[in-house]
């Protein structure tokens, strides 16, 4: 299994940026496809980007084309979600996730929070 650990989320004004990390520890960390999910107030975790475990494919919500990276480094154990031109309604809580690919077991970090003022 692998422990998860999110980071860099604050306050920020909108149109501003901020980049997320999360450490990964345990075995085969390179193995797992990453993902970044956020869940706003009121509102269902939605995903928000994925990187494969090979870093070779990657998806993008809609809502965050263009705006959010979704990147990664194995020989770090660390997943990044940079995020560009920030609106309000990306305020959420933001977690990453693993899990193998075939899998059925996700492991999640404890979230960090993002808050975007107008």
Known sequence: QVQLVESGGGLVQAGGSLRLSCAG???AFSSYDMSWYRQGPGKEREIVATIRWAGGSIYYADSVKGRFT???DNTKNTVHLQM??????DTAIYYCNGRLPGGSIDY???GTQVTVSS
């Open 108 to 110: 999640w970090g404890q």
């Open 25 to 27: 520890s345990g075995r």
């Open 84 to 89: 560009n031109s920030l609106k309000p309604e």
């Open 70 to 72: 979704i990147s990664r």
